[in-house]
């Protein structure tokens, strides 16, 4: 089946440091993908979707020169968390869609200290 | 404003129970619906995706079935086994998910 894989699982940055997540396809190829924000007992929020070879569409109230995303090929998506401060501190999720429904990564845990 | 609404928000059973989860959607724009699991910590595992020209789907002890006239879809899970505690997700599809609050399930042994 579609395979997404996102790394790292969990990553722990300084305030103002910046952190990169990768999401990649390994079976597929995905010109779209999604990043996803979860607070804990939430459900997701979607922050952004990812398109190959064009700007990235953030849903409404998401800064998007603070989660940069670059979609540079059909198999890798990475959303940037810049200039990180503890509100950031969340777990994130990419997804992609193809025929059978969406595959997530197994999300990243982002703590900001 | 689409919104997707799962009830319960929590359920606790004993092991060998038969349940259902529901899930409702107010966005006719929403053509597929598809459930997910949940563990704590972890990202999404897809159970079923229940296409618009469907009806319903069923996976080993899981069926769910989906009516959009009526904007609703359930989960049914057979003889619950702890293994089963989770989150569970549903989600309307319009081209990206529009996800529900969860229903967290806790099978009891």
């Known amino acids: 089946g579609a395979v997404v894989s996102q790394h790292p699982s969990w990553v722990i940055c300084k305030s103002g440091t910046s952190v990169k997540i990768e999401c990649r396809s390994l079976d597929f190829q995905a010109t779209t993908m999604f990043w996803y924000r979860q607070f804990p007992k939430q459900s997701l929020m979607l922050m952004a979707t990812?398109?190959?070879?064009?700007?990235?569409?953030?849903e409404q109230g998401v800064e998007k020169d603070k989660f940069l995303i670059n979609h540079a090929s059909l198999t890798l998506s990475t959303l940037t968390v810049t200039s990180a401060h503890p509100e950031d501190s969340s777990f994130y999720i990419c997804?992609?869609?193809?025929?059978?429904?969406?595959?997530f990564g197994s999300g990243t845990r982002l703590t900001v200290v | 404003k689409q919104e997707v609404t799962q009830i319960p928000a929590a359920l606790s059973v004993p092991e060998g129970e038969n349940l259902v989860l529901n899930c409702s959607f107010t966005d006719s724009a929403i053509y597929n619906l598809q459930w997910f699991r949940q563990d704590p910590g972890k990202g999404l595992t897809s159970l079923l995706l229940?296409?618009?020209?469907?009806r319903e789907q069923t996976s080993g002890r899981l069926n769910a079935s989906l009516d959009k006239s009526s904007g609703r879809s359930t989960l049914y899970i057979a003889a619950s086994q702890p293994g089963d505690s989770a989150t569970y997700l549903c989600a309307g599809v319009t081209g990206k998910l529009i996800f529900g609050q969860g229903t967290t399930l806790q099978v009891k042994p």
């Open positions: 229940i296409q618009s020209s469907q």
């Open positions: 990812s398109n190959e070879g064009s700007k990235a569409t953030y």
């Open positions: 997804s992609a869609g193809r025929e059978g429904g969406y595959t």
